[in-house]
């Protein structure tokens, strides 16, 4: 669900078991993440740190937007996902000629994988007991 209240454009990301809500609006360019800045929350890679400000630097506009961002599950690389993910959808509901490039970067997709169940009778979802003949 994304809409665009009160002074801010809100959108919801997911990736695995990992739920992200963005508020994007007008500043100048700080990432709160569950009340920590985002080079606290993500203080050891640097990788998940460039890959959640990556609408940004397709669209150019780093340094232009204030970001909170509430995650919850998962993660370090999945929360990372989400994060893209709800960032790059309120940035469409900001504005929808943002649309057709961040497609192109492909960060409009949501990233589909999930932990399959495990199953009745096996020892993970599918890892069976071994068979023996006597």
Known sequence: MATA???YFYALGRRKSVTARARVMNGKGSITIN????EDYFSNSKSLLNEIQK???VLEL???YDVTIVVSGGGMSGQAGAI????AKALVVMNEDYKSA???AELLGRDPR???RKKFGLKGARKQRQFTKR
């Open 84 to 87: 893209r993910l709800a960032i």
């Open 35 to 38: 009340g920590k800045t985002a």
């Open 102 to 104: 961040l497609k192109r």
């Open 114 to 116: 999930e932990k399959e």
């Open 55 to 57: 609408p940004f630097t």
């Open 5 to 7: 209240t009160k002074g």
């Open 62 to 64: 780093n340094n232009k």
